[in-house]
């Protein structure tokens, strides 16, 4: 077969908590977290080889209903080939993976924490990999003394850290190494966000990210790989599959002048069905006080959080009789302002409230 089709996917990370919102918000996303991966499971029906590329359970003791589900839908699909490279958070030995490799049928191959590679002859394909035997792994899994066939496909699943210099406690793989060992594909697991679909010399490897986000730290589009895999070229495309969107964004509000055009501008911003974080930045000339639960009480999306890190016009120049170091800044700052055009007074003035937050002992906040 010249071409095979695959899907690629890795850290699921099931059976993780999720502790960003009110109880029942975190059994919805707990729930379509579970969802989202079983639909990509639903999406293997036509795939000739589907790559696991590790930390699909959160950890190694994942409850066995998440196992079963895996395994069911691992069952309903006998002519696909299932691969699974264990991370670091749901290593080989692990009850788990113990349970998968127990019950999971033929077509479910978890790979041992010895490199090895196994050989579908029908698809002229050979899939190589290896599996975390524990949490940590300093020496890479990827022996180097079994080259590829170039008479097969070959494909690489495995959880690693890409570096060149081998020192990683994930284990560390180098790309010049795979890329010469032969592979035409390599599926990686580890890293939660997509990397690209990247390419060097003829092989072509990628992180997809995580397939639903479970935090500000996973923002933007998530999802797994699929396309068609040949020999020194591979045709993936990203399918963003999450069910919602972490969006974590600065809102200038200095040309906002009352409450409700703020308000306004927050509830335009939104989407229902995603999670957002806006801070605002800029000089505040709406009042003093910017009630952020307020604001996000008129904001109609799954969850908002709003933080104010804006700045107002402050009164520098009753300071300036100050006998102190306040006093000293104080003058420094007006005269500075007075010879400011308006863009450098905004940043006048806010470097001003971060020099007087440090003179009153305060925390500065956010850096913006
Ligand atoms: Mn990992």
């Given at each position: 077969?010249?071409?095979?089709?695959?899907?690629?996917?890795?850290?699921?990370?099931?059976?993780?908590?999720?502790?960003?919102?009110?109880?029942?918000?975190?059994?919805?996303?707990?729930?379509?977290?579970?969802?989202?991966?079983?639909?990509?499971?639903?999406?293997?029906?036509?795939?000739?080889?589907?790559?696991?590329?590790?930390?699909?359970?959160?950890?190694?003791?994942?409850?066995?209903?998440?196992?079963?589900?895996?395994?069911?839908?691992?069952?309903?699909?006998?002519?696909?080939?299932?691969?699974?490279?264990?991370?670091?958070?749901?290593?080989?030995?692990?009850?788990?993976?113990?349970?998968?490799?127990?019950?999971?049928?033929?077509?479910?191959?978890?790979?041992?924490?010895?490199?090895?590679?196994?050989?579908?002859?029908?698809?002229?394909?050979?899939?190589?990999?290896?599996?975390?035997?524990?949490?940590?792994?300093?020496?890479?899994?990827?022996?180097?003394?079994?080259?590829?066939?170039?008479?097969?496909?070959?494909?690489?699943?495995?959880?690693?850290?890409?570096?060149?210099?081998?020192?990683?406690?994930?284990?560390?793989?180098?790309?010049?190494?795979?890329?010469?060992?032969?592979?035409?594909?390599?599926?990686?697991?580890?890293?939660?966000?997509?990397?690209?679909?990247?390419?060097?010399?003829?092989?072509?490897?990628?992180?997809?990210?995580?397939?639903?986000?479970?935090?500000?730290?996973?923002?933007?589009?998530?999802?797994?790989?699929?396309?068609?895999?040949?020999?020194?070229?591979?045709?993936?495309?990203?399918?963003?599959?999450?069910?919602?969107?972490?969006?974590?964004?600065?809102?200038?509000?200095?040309?906002?002048?009352?409450?409700?055009?703020?308000?306004?501008?927050?509830?335009?911003?939104?989407?229902?069905?995603?999670?957002?974080?806006?801070?605002?930045?800029?000089?505040?000339?709406?009042?003093?006080?910017?009630?952020?639960?307020?604001?996000?009480?008129?904001?109609?999306?799954?969850?908002?959080?709003?933080?104010?890190?804006?700045?107002?016009?402050?009164?520098?120049?009753?300071?300036?009789?100050?006998?102190?170091?306040?006093?000293?800044?104080?003058?420094?700052?007006?005269?500075?302002?007075?010879?400011?055009?308006p863009d450098e007074k905004k940043n006048i003035l806010k470097a001003g409230r971060m020099l007087f937050?440090?003179?009153?002992?305060?925390?500065?906040?956010?850096?913006?």
């Amino acid at each position: 077969m010249d071409k095979i089709r695959i899907l690629h996917t890795a850290d699921m990370h099931l059976g993780a908590s999720v502790s960003n919102f009110d109880y029942e918000k975190n059994n919805i996303r707990k729930i379509e977290i579970e969802q989202t991966a079983m639909l990509i499971f639903d999406k293997c029906t036509d795939v000739d080889v589907v790559l696991l590329a590790g930390d699909i359970f959160d950890s190694g003791n994942c409850s066995e209903r998440i196992a079963e589900m895996i395994i069911q839908k691992v069952c309903n699909l006998k002519n696909v080939h299932f691969f699974l490279a264990c991370g670091n958070h749901d290593p080989y030995n692990s009850t788990i993976i113990r349970y998968i490799r127990k019950n999971a049928p033929d077509n479910f191959h978890v790979f041992t924490p010895d490199f090895q590679y196994i050989t579908l002859e029908q698809l002229g394909v050979r899939v190589y990999g290896a599996s975390f035997e524990s949490n940590y792994c300093e020496k890479s899994l990827v022996d180097v003394k079994i080259p590829c066939d170039s008479e097969y496909i070959n494909l690489l699943c495995i959880h690693c850290e890409l570096t060149e210099n081998g020192k990683s406690i994930y284990n560390p793989v180098s790309l010049s190494k795979i890329e010469l060992l032969g592979f035409d594909y390599a599926a990686l697991g580890h890293v939660h966000s997509f990397s690209g679909i990247k390419r060097t010399g003829t092989l072509t490897y990628a992180y997809p990210g995580v397939h639903e986000p479970n935090g500000f730290d996973e923002c933007g589009k998530k999802g797994y790989l699929s396309g068609f895999v040949s020999k020194g070229f591979a045709d993936l495309t990203f399918i963003n599959c999450a069910k919602r969107e972490y969006v974590d964004d600065y809102i200038d509000i200095s040309d906002i002048i009352t409450l409700s055009s703020l308000v306004r501008a927050v509830s335009e911003k939104v989407t229902d069905a995603n999670i957002f974080r806006y801070t605002f930045t800029g000089l505040n000339r709406i009042g003093a006080d910017i009630n952020c639960d307020f604001i996000s009480s008129y904001a109609n999306c799954f969850y908002i959080s709003l933080v104010d890190a804006s700045y107002i016009e402050e009164d520098f120049a009753s300071l300036c009789d100050d006998i102190s170091l306040k006093g000293l800044c104080a003058r420094e700052i007006v005269n500075k302002l007075e010879n400011a055009g308006p863009d450098e007074k905004k940043n006048i003035l806010k470097a001003g409230r971060m020099l007087f937050n440090i003179l009153e002992g305060k925390e500065d906040g956010v850096d913006y």
